[in-house]
């Protein structure tokens, strides 16, 4: 099971003989599923090569704040919003004196006040040094503002002593990242997600169909399973793989997608994010529709209206909550809050789909959530997984208030 499945993970290394541990750390998190990208502190890079951390990760290795080809490829800022998780093995006693005062005078450092992300550091030092008071009440600062602390253990040390102070095991620390995404606000409830575009045939051959490439409702799935629900994850035609611990229906048609949504219920929420076909061709022609080469008549195709999945489960007498997705290319919320009252929904999510950065087939997102009380709350711009978890923790306390 790949625990860490599409997740995205900056590893840092900080100057310590445990470092040689993290080329083991970057194959366990990549076996887990992660994308690892690797920061490296100066110190960091004398007890391992750069270039073994870029072997095993399969990605250059960032080593200084100021590097203006490293900014041209991925900088610092942008590192920060990618990542998920940034979890520094080994954190050494200065680096974490550091990160508990908030100095930011390398790339490491820089990284962690700019990200929001969760921040976890693997300590690693000597073990008279671990007791210091210094490095406990550092540690107790990091804690208090909801940094996580991984280890350390206790046993024989590089300089000869015996104690607490190692930095965890490779093993064990993939399982410490993979627990920071276990979020178990939908425990023991059923979800059922629609994801994706419908296609509505035409002929053998064509078909009508939209751009959605169902990235948002994969991720929606899968944020939906770190918070222990079980998921059912009805999909039109994409190429996409299945999250992990997800139940995966394929469909093409909105006929299908409805007949597959009331076959699936009953469930506890209903998160309706497919783009999903209004209409269909009246007729679809047994036979390739062929055009008259002595003609310049255009193709006159008859339309009808297709079922409305999310009104139909949402209106139903054993509604789940029901939390439908707005696509629009103008007045958002104003056409998005209509949706919701028109359709009965205890949230909708707003999309800007005319913005490219956010839109079909985009890699992030940003939108807004509006309640029954037509009240709007806003998401920024991210990373359409980090999107998919807030709006899943927002959603589960609503949920939960019912």
């Not at 409830?189 to 490439?213: C, F």
């Amino acid at each position: 099971m790949q625990r860490l499945y599409r997740k995205r993970i900056v590893l840092g290394v900080g100057g310590g003989i445990a470092a040689y541990k993290s080329a083991e750390l970057v194959r366990r998190l990549i076996d887990q599923g992660a994308e690892v990208r690797v920061v490296m502190t100066r110190g960091g890079s004398e007890f391992i090569t750069p270039l073994t951390m870029q072997a095993l990760s399969g990605h250059p290795v960032h080593l200084d704040l100021l590097d203006p080809a490293a900014e041209a490829a991925m900088g610092h800022i942008e590192l920060a919003k990618w990542a998920d998780l940034v979890l520094i093995a080994p954190a050494t006693a200065d680096l974490i004196a550091r990160l508990a005062q908030g100095i930011a005078d390398d790339l490491l450092t820089t990284l962690v006040l700019a990200t929001d992300a969760v921040v976890a550091v693997a300590p690693a030092m000597n073990q008279a040094m671990w007791r210091d008071p210094a490095t406990q009440a550092n540690l107790q600062l990091l804690e208090s503002r909801a940094l996580k602390v991984f280890g350390p253990a206790s046993g024989s040390q590089a300089c000869g002593d015996v104690g607490m102070g190692r930095m965890l095991e490779a093993t064990d620390l993939a399982q410490c990242a993979a627990d920071c995404f276990q979020r178990q606000a939908l425990t023991g409830k059923h979800v059922l997600i629609t994801a994706g575009p419908t296609q509505e045939n035409i002929d053998p051959v064509r078909y009508i169909t939209n751009h959605s490439s169902g990235k948002m409702g994969f991720a929606l799935a899968e944020a939906a399973v770190e918070a222990g629900a079980r998921v059912t994850l009805i999909t039109g035609p994409v190429h996409l793989p299945t999250p992990d611990r997800v139940t995966r229906i394929d469909v093409v048609s909105a006929r299908d997608m409805l007949a597959a949504c009331e076959a699936a219920i009953p469930c506890d929420l209903f998160i309706a994010s497919a783009a999903v076909a209004d209409y269909r061709p009246e007729v679809v022609a047994p036979q390739k529709l062929k055009k008259d080469p002595t003609s310049g008549d255009g193709l006159l195709l008859q339309m009808v209206r297709n079922p409305d999945i999310l009104a139909s489960i949402a209106t139903r007498p054993d509604r789940p909550f029901s939390v439908g997705f707005a696509a629009e290319t103008e007045h958002l919320l104003d056409y998005a809050a209509r949706k919701l009252k028109d359709k009965n929904l205890d949230l909708i999510v707003a999309n800007d789909v005319a913005n490219p950065s956010i839109g079909f087939n985009s890699e992030e997102n940003a939108c807004s959530v509006i309640d029954r009380q037509l009240h709007a709350t806003l998401f920024a711009q991210t990373s359409k997984s980090k999107i998919a978890r807030q709006l899943i923790t927002f959603i589960a306390e609503r949920l939960n208030q019912v």
